[in-house]
């Protein structure tokens, strides 16, 4: 069993949609959760970070974790073509080692 | 501008030959890491750092070895021990132990021909 399962998608919504994308774990140890977003050959961004449970917003960016369920959600509201791109999630117990989910590419049309 | 620079950023071998990857840094962070990207895979990490003169491996370091004789420098070998090393290879590094930040490089991309 991998440590973070995550749909890789694609994921098409129209343009000004509100988008929500996951991750599971199976590591009860995991306290720190990231979201990257990743562009066609480039490297990976950091978009949000959060510690424990909870919810943290930055923008149109929210993210959440649910530490008793094991699962993570980010949602993009008033979706934009250029949020076309793979988002990653991203997981570590104590910043030594961190795990990433496969990514899932997402796509918004205008 | 401060950032981690990959080079080359594509690059062909033949089999059997080794190849060194270039990760440079003038964040002045304290751990480095490289990981392997494969479509539908995700990011697997093959070596880290956390501080210079000591590294570990990471899950996928078998073909691969690495040094950090300098802050700044992370350089990944991949041997001809790697049995399949077409990928993208993308080097990370994060400020201190209190940070969950990863700033990646731009990635190389290696095929073996």
């Known amino acids: 069993q991998k440590e973070v399962e995550q749909d890789p998608g694609p994921l098409s919504v129209p343009e000004g949609a509100i988008v929500s994308l996951n991750c599971t774990y199976s590591?009860?140890?995991?306290?720190?959760f990231m979201w990257y977003r990743q562009y066609s050959r480039k490297g990976p961004e950091l978009l949000m970070y959060t510690y424990s449970s909870g919810n943290k917003e930055d923008g149109r960016f929210t993210a959440q974790v649910d530490k008793s369920s094991k699962y993570i959600s980010l949602f993009i509201r008033d979706s934009q073509p250029s949020d076309s791109a793979t988002y990653l999630c991203a997981m570590s117990a104590n910043f030594n080692k961190f795990y990433f989910g496969s990514g899932t590419k997402l796509n918004v049309k205008p | 501008d401060g950032g981690i620079t990959q080079s080359p950023k594509y690059l062909f071998r033949k089999e059997g030959q080794n190849v060194t990857l270039s990760c440079e840094q003038n964040l002045n962070h304290d751990a480095m890491y490289w990981y392997r990207q494969d479509p539908g895979q995700g990011l697997r990490l093959i070596y880290y750092s956390q501080i210079v003169n000591d590294f570990q491996k990471g899950d996928i370091a078998e073909g691969y070895s690495v040094s950090r004789e300098k802050k700044e420098s992370f350089p990944l070998t991949v041997t001809s021990a790697q049995k399949n090393p077409t990928a993208f290879y993308l080097c990370?590094?994060?400020?201190?132990?209190?940070?969950?930040?990863?700033?990646f490089g731009e990635g190389s991309r290696l095929t073996v021909l």
């Open positions: 990370a590094s994060r400020a201190s132990s209190n940070t969950g930040e990863l700033f």
């Open positions: 590591n009860s140890a995991f306290q720190y």
